[in-house]
């Protein structure tokens, strides 16, 4: 028969305790804290025949015409293939290749085939240092078969100026993208 025990008492602390919300609230004010700040996170979505280039703020996105140096930047592609050498390519995966400053950035993923044949997007985090003024981007595309497509502004590469670090966000007037 099984015995039925207790667990040992806790020793009797006679000071008050505080709620855990008041104890993390202090935690987050401390010098750790402040060495770490959050970065902004912008976002630039790429498109057939467009390019979208949001802040992302509680609740939505907010559309900007640039971002700052030292923030995080998402970059998703949604075009389809449009090469006219490869009409009806079926894309494999889609890479982001890209410099700041003129230094090469590690490549990015932004789209590969899942386990049933389909290709999965998402968006590829770029940090962008805090004394970057300009990224230099461009996309390579792996079609099935082995074939490579690139999407680099005809040869030029897409750019990308940057705001100094800690300038106010230049949003565009009267835009906005709520989540619904």
Aim: glycine share 8%.
């Amino acid at each position: 028969m099984a015995r039925k025990t207790t667990p040992p008492a806790a020793p009797k602390n006679d000071a008050p305790t505080r709620p855990a919300a008041k104890r993390a609230a202090k935690s987050a004010g401390s010098p750790a804290a402040a060495l770490a700040p959050a970065r902004d996170v912008y976002a630039l979505h790429v498109g057939s025949g467009f390019s979208l280039l949001t802040r992302l703020v509680p609740g939505g996105a907010v559309t900007v015409d640039r971002v700052p140096a030292g923030a995080l930047l998402e970059v998703s592609y949604w075009k389809a293939p449009s090469h006219p050498a490869q009409p009806a390519a079926r894309l494999s995966s889609i890479l982001l290749h890209g410099r700041v400053d003129g230094v090469a950035l590690p490549t990015v993923t932004l789209a590969r085939l899942d386990a049933e044949g389909r290709l999965v997007r998402t968006a590829g985090r770029v940090e962008l240092p805090e004394s970057a003024r300009l990224l230099e981007y461009w996309f390579e595309l792996d079609a099935e078969g082995g074939e490579k497509l690139w999407d680099s502004n005809w040869g030029h590469n897409h750019w990308l100026e940057l705001t100094p670090a800690g300038a106010p966000p230049a949003e565009a007037p009267g835009t906005s993208l709520e989540k619904h």
